[in-house]
């Protein structure tokens, strides 16, 4: 399989980027896929998809759930897709397993497919863009960790459960719990990728731990109701979260948030759609495209601290293949 992943000057959005090197053509018709309407880093997804696709001469309509991860929805919206028969999808499963047969049916009606960010466990693809979630989540909680000396009483704030990038994220940071002998973690409960269920979840673990020096969530949205809970009840703890949302820059910003693993939300919804572009025009796709890990923290905030209209996908020939 061709793999090609990002240098790091790649990872780093810049807003005088340059236009992708593909031609102009006639105004394909791409169908992108996100999960909800609610979380911050699926905004940006979209927002990385509108900007391809303006750079492309291409049109997007966006697919998203009403009721947040509805399998049912997303399979009637899928319906819906091959009945109108775009040129090409970009696609994000609510449920990586259970998505599969949709996938299959879009293969059948002939529609170019490229998976982005969950990894699809089935069907053919075009080609997969996303980033590792297993070394973010290592590398997030080392930082985390670090940050506490390596010692002290943790609680891990889990996404969906049968979501493949939460469940691999928390894989990362039990790999990377293996290092910090003196840290414990005193509890691990599911917010389901959701800022308000997150509080609420926090709220109750609060009032069940008097210490609680640390939090790994394995989204920002979470880590934002982690902190809201946290200022409720006047209690302080180094927070985590994943995804590198505008959300988590300004909390980070705030002294309200210690680092968030950046998820290249925006360059997933560039590429997702470029990788589309280039298969209907006939040119080069890699079967993988992957971003490397990075953690956004006060120290590097400024490459980070954009807003929506500064951001521009890059060139296409600014992937560095190794």
Same mark, same amino acid.
């Given at each position: ?6 240098g ?15 031609c102009m ?9 996100t999960?909800n ?8 997804v979209?927002?990385?998809a509108d ?10 309509q966006?697919?998203?759930p ?7 929805? !997303? ?45 699809? !466990?089935?069907?053919h ?5 996303g980033a ?16 506490l ?28 719990l ?14 389901n ?8 979840v ?5 009032q ?23 200022d ?7 927070v ?42 006939? !040119? ?15 120290d590097?905030?400024?490459a ?19």
């Amino acid at each position: 399989m061709n793999a090609i992943k990002f240098g790091r000057a790649a990872v780093a959005i810049i807003a005088a980027a340059l236009v992708p090197a593909i031609c102009m053509a006639d105004n394909e018709r791409i169908a992108v896929f996100t999960k909800n309407q609610t979380n911050p880093f699926f905004q940006y997804v979209r927002l990385g998809a509108d900007s391809a696709a303006s750079q492309l001469n291409v049109k997007v309509q966006h697919y998203i759930p009403t009721k947040p991860d509805s399998i049912p929805e !997303q399979l009637s919206q899928i319906e819906d897709v091959v009945v109108k028969r775009p040129d090409a999808v970009v696609f994000i499963p609510v449920d990586n397993k259970a998505m599969v047969p949709a996938v299959q049916k879009m293969n059948a009606a002939g529609i170019p497919v490229v998976n982005v960010t969950d990894r699809i !466990q089935g069907g053919h693809i075009v080609s997969f863009v996303g980033a590792d979630d297993y070394t973010l989540g290592l590398e997030t909680g080392r930082y985390l960790l670090k940050s506490l000396g390596g010692k002290g009483q943790v609680v891990v704030i889990e996404g969906v459960k049968a979501a493949l990038s939460s469940n691999n994220r928390l894989r990362g940071f039990r790999k990377a719990l293996e290092e910090f002998p003196d840290v414990k973690v005193v509890a691990s409960q599911p917010g389901n990728n959701q800022r308000l269920h997150a509080l609420q979840v926090m709220e109750n673990l609060l009032q069940s731990h008097q210490k609680i020096d640390g939090v790994f969530a394995v989204n920002d949205a979470m880590a934002t109701g982690v902190i809201e809970a946290l200022d409720g009840a006047n209690r302080r703890a180094l927070v985590v979260g994943i995804n590198g949302t505008k959300e988590a820059i300004e909390a980070i910003k705030a002294g309200k948030l210690a680092a968030t693993g950046d998820y290249a939300s925006f360059l997933q919804g560039c590429f997702g759609v470029m990788a589309a572009v280039r298969e209907l025009r006939k !040119q080069p796709v890699p079967a993988d495209i992957t971003f490397p890990p990075a953690v956004i923290a006060s120290d590097n905030l400024k490459a980070y601290d954009l807003v929506a209209d500064q951001l521009k996908c890059p060139a296409w020939d600014s992937i560095v293949t190794k």
